[in-house]
């Protein structure tokens, strides 16, 4: 089985004049003791930077506004602050499965499966890939592809991951800096001997306000989704879907946050020319985020918690704890994917001065 999935981040501003000779670059920084690779655009004023020692996350992405720079994304300190929370910051790569599986225990084709946990009673959570490092693979730049830099995951590095998820994977991402676009490509493959359970979430994280000046209560979002899934405490779904209508889980409008606060998962995802569009807007720093995901990924985490000033528009090929919901004969979106095959693709991100 081959599934495309496509992930693109775009950003639109005002653009200077600048010699399509001298457009792109990849450049290195240090960044704490480790290489960060840096893409920029000179023409758009962007600049995206890429740590690949700590999970190939893209953890800084500027755009211009007016004479300097706005960040898009929630920035780590450090390298040992994103080490020590993966999935907390910049771009985060959920895979082979994306979010919580049911006290890490699973069965696939008949047989049981126990993943490592964080203790007793616990959730496995987020894959393998956004913790470990990657090997990049390129990089270059030119008028006709940008500045790009490609990294590369094999869990065969890793032997403490067939331990408990013997399940041999590659995942192989590039990120472009092209035209005023960010893309990320990303392609996974089974390379193993048997059918392989696969899911892919991309955690997108924007500051929530965009500024120190702002105001969380009248940011607003926006999200497509018809339906959601209840969840228990812990935060696993129970496996119902329900529609959002007079719930607080109604956000197909732009919803002000003040009061509301979110960690779910919604479906029933409205499409337009095949895009899913999610929209964030800071007023007060004049910027409008907008997430755009193909129809692969089915399910939208809306994140936007009382603990952190952070709001995720999140784009998932299937729902929290899928391969457990898929064993039970509910359609949580979970792929099998045979020997040698895999997926490629993207989403969308573009960031719009509004004022």
Known sequence: MTRHILLILIVTFTLKGTSMADRYTVSQEDFKGHTVYVLTDSETGQDARILPSVGNNCYSYKI????????????????????????????????????????????????????????????????????????????????????????????????????????????????????????????????????????????????????????????????????YWPLRDDPIPTGDILPVDDTKFDVRKPTALKGLYYDHVWSGVTLTHGWSRSEYIDPTAGIKIVMEADDVFRELVLYAPDSRPVVCFEPYTCVTNAVNLDTQGIDAGLMRVKPGEGFQGVMRIIGEVIK
């Not at 211009?64 to 929370?85: A, F, S």
């Not at 959920?94 to 126990?114: A, C, H, M, T, V």
């Open 64 to 227: 211009q506004k007016g004479d300097g720079q706005i960040e898009l994304l929630w920035v780590t300190p450090d390298p040992e602050t994103l080490l020590g929370r993966a999935s907390g910051y910049g771009i985060p790569i959920l895979f082979p499965w994306p979010n919580r599986i049911d006290e890490g225990k699973f069965s696939f084709d008949g047989k049981d499966y126990q993943l490592e946990t964080p203790g007793p009673g616990e959730h496995a959570s987020h894959g393998y890939v956004h913790t470990r490092p990657w090997q990049v693979d390129g990089s270059g730049a030119s008028d006709a592809g940008g500045a790009w830099l490609t990294s590369v995951f094999q869990s065969s590095d890793f032997p403490e991951i067939g331990q408990y998820f013997p399940f041999p994977f590659e995942a192989r991402v590039t990120y472009r800096l092209k035209d005023g676009v960010l893309i990320h490509e990303f392609e996974g493959k089974n390379v193993g001997d048997g059918d392989m359970p696969m899911g892919l979430g991309i955690h997108p994280y924007f500051p929530l306000p965009l500024t120190e000046d702002g105001n969380r209560d009248i940011c607003t979002v926006q999200m497509p989704a018809n339906t």
